[in-house]
T-cell receptor, first 113, second 111 residues
Framework: DTGVSQNPRHKITKRGQNVTFRCDPISEHNRLYWYRQTLGQGPEFLTYFQNEAQLEKSRLLSDRFSAERPKGSFSTLEIQRTEQGDSAMYLC???????????FGPGTRLTVT | SQQGEEDPQALSIQEGENATMNCSYKTSINNLQWYRQNSGRGLVHLILIRSNEREKHSGRLRVTLDTSKKSSSLLITASRAADTASYFCATDGGSRSRLTFGEGTQLTVNP
């Protein structure tokens, strides 16, 4: 069990550029979550998948954000036309359906200049 | 916006002392969890308490839950320098999926 992994760990981009992050969950976990965390705050829920279906999206997930989990395994989170306000840590977590503990990856820190 | 509030925002103690952190939330819950986050890293699950439980222990951790006051506390006994981290409570708000986190307590344990 290698845990939840996320790539890249750090991303610096210029405003207006598109970025994509990847999350690989624990292999037997069918639920996958994305959260965003800004400095000094707790994580905020963005969206979650059960298998390949995206079942819930937060209103924080604007039209510039899109997440996919095409085969029910890894997931990608894309941010189009990045803005400085998008600078944050993006956390991915996974769990088994029917359980409540979520296992978090190390996060991708995004800096938009 | 965050559902919960945590108190205190920051806590500094000496090694060997106990640390108590409090969390309040607003909606009904099925369970409440506590997570730890070391600087700049992901979160690690510590302990879960269900809405029909009042107290739970795990090693040096003790969690209490008062659903009538919508509050919980986390006690870490005999603290160690390695306990230095941010601690967050998280509730499910009745959902079986998303977690809603508090703003966290930054604990510093001085050797």
């Amino acid at each position: 069990d290698t845990g939840v992994s996320q790539n890249p760990r750090h991303k610096i981009t210029k405003r207006g550029q598109n970025v994509t992050f990847r999350c690989d969950p624990i292999s037997e976990h069918n639920r996958l979550y994305w959260y965003r965390q800004t400095l000094g705050q707790g994580p905020e829920f963005l969206t979650y998948f059960q298998n390949e279906a995206q079942l819930e999206k937060s209103r924080l997930l604007s039209d510039r954000f899109s997440a996919e989990r095409p085969k029910g395994s890894f997931s990608t989170l894309e941010i189009q036309r990045t803005e400085q306000g998008d600078s944050a840590m993006y956390l991915c977590a996974s769990s088994l359906a029917g359980t409540v503990e979520q296992y978090f990856g190390p996060g991708t820190r995004l800096t938009v200049t | 916006s965050q559902q919960g509030e945590e108190d205190p925002q920051a806590l500094s103690i000496q090694e060997g002392e106990n640390a108590t952190m409090n969390c309040s939330y607003k909606t009904s819950i099925n369970n409440l969890q506590w997570y730890r986050q070391n600087s700049g890293r992901g979160l690690v699950h510590l302990i879960l308490i269900r809405s029909n439980e009042r107290e739970k222990h795990s090693g040096r951790l003790r969690v209490t839950l008062d659903t009538s006051k919508k509050s919980s506390s986390l006690l870490i006994t005999a603290s160690r320098a390695a306990d230095t981290a941010s601690y967050f409570c998280a509730t499910d708000g009745g959902s079986r999926s998303r977690l809603t986190f508090g703003e966290g307590t930054q604990l510093t344990v001085n050797p």
